[in-house]
């Protein structure tokens, strides 16, 4: 091996851990935002809840159609 091509191997070896950390950080992104996903969808049905129990029957019926 020449010096050439011990310099691109080496930097394939950094490329490489460069895409490993990549992409443990975009797993590690995904898992944080299914998390925030969910609270957000658990914060709307307890939102929604305390509109059912505020708002007059008459009006829900006319929010339904509204959506």
Not at 12 to 27: F, G, H, M, S, T
Request: charge should be positive.
């Amino acid at each position: 091996m020449n010096e050439e091509e011990i310099k691109i191997i080496k930097s394939i070896v950094a490329l490489n851990k460069i895409v490993d950390k990549l992409e443990q950080r975009i797993a590690k992104l995904e898992r944080v935002l299914e998390s925030h996903a969910k609270c957000i969808g658990e914060m709307r049905e307890e939102k929604k809840d305390e509109w059912i129990k505020i708002v007059p029957r008459s009006w829900l019926s006319y929010l339904s159609y509204t959506r």
